[in-house]
């Protein structure tokens, strides 16, 4: 089987999540599509990668076609073992997605969706994620598919910076119910998380359990702040942690140090 494509799409709820078949479908008309993502779901795996145990894959069929490649592995695994190894050329672009559930504020850092996109633009490969604005397990992923079929086409003929991604979250509205494009930034949340402490046979367990994130500082032009309003929300995201404007402060601080 030959695993080059012009297109790799993978995503972080498992190979079996509907979010992942509407995404190929839209993007099946701007080339070829390879899907390699997760046998099982891996949301909130953030950019783990697996080092103590082997990477299986398995070729899953749909209606008697083959759909794509099942790894048992996290998403960044799926993207890093498919840029490295199964495809022989690099695609064109790297779309992960559509996850059930937005993907915005601090939550990106957590998030397997981005984080397959963003191995993506560790091989230097322009690479989108998609997600939507949903949690109701029947959604429906029409009008988030053709979004980030718009995007994707968009991102084909207009390269980024490296290291850059585009970040997309759609509301689950109807289409005359989305207010428009908001190029937004990253919110920051405070967690109303907590974990329930549970006793099992005589063995404390800890299940992480809570309510919606608060948003620090909300503005219109935060992520979670417009896709919540009923924008859909593109972010620039980078992966260069480094905050350049300490540094030279920093750098007196800690000058005679020896
Ligand atoms: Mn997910």
């Given at each position: 089987m030959d695993y080059q494509a012009d297109i790799l799409i993978s995503n972080d709820?498992?190979?079996?999540?509907p979010g992942l078949q509407a995404l190929k479908k839209a993007l099946s008309g701007l080339g070829s599509v390879l899907v390699v993502a997760p046998d099982v779901e891996k949301s909130a795996f953030g950019h783990g990668i697996t080092l103590m145990t082997p990477l299986r894959t398995a070729e899953v069929f749909k209606d008697g076609e083959f759909f794509g490649l099942s790894v048992t592995g996290t998403p960044a695994d799926c993207v890093k073992l498919a840029l490295h190894t199964l495809m022989p050329k690099l695609p064109k672009l790297v779309v992960s997605g559509i996850n059930l559930g937005p993907n915005a504020g601090t939550n990106v850092l957590y998030s397997g969706t981005v984080a397959a996109a963003r191995e993506g633009t560790i091989f230097g490969v322009p690479s989108l994620a998609a997600s939507l604005?949903?949690?109701?397990?029947?959604?429906?992923?029409y009008l988030a598919a053709e979004y980030t079929r718009r995007f994707a086409e968009w991102m084909l003929s207009h390269p980024l910076p490296p290291g850059v991604l585009l970040n997309l979250n759609v509301p689950a509205l109807p289409a005359d119910k989305i207010l428009g494009v908001k190029v937004t930034r990253v919110a920051r949340y405070r967690y109303r998380d907590r974990y329930e402490i549970r006793l099992e046979r005589g063995r404390t367990y800890y299940w992480l359990t809570g309510e919606d994130a608060e948003v620090i500082?909300?503005?219109?032009?935060?992520d979670s702040v417009a896709v919540d309003a009923g924008f859909v929300s593109v972010t620039p995201l980078?992966?260069?942690?480094?905050?350049?404007?300490l540094r030279p402060s920093l750098e007196t601080a800690f000058k005679t140090w020896k």
């Open positions: 709820d498992g190979i079996h999540a604005r949903s949690f109701q397990k029947e959604a429906d992923f500082d909300p503005a219109p032009d935060l980078g992966y260069d942690l480094t905050q350049e404007a």
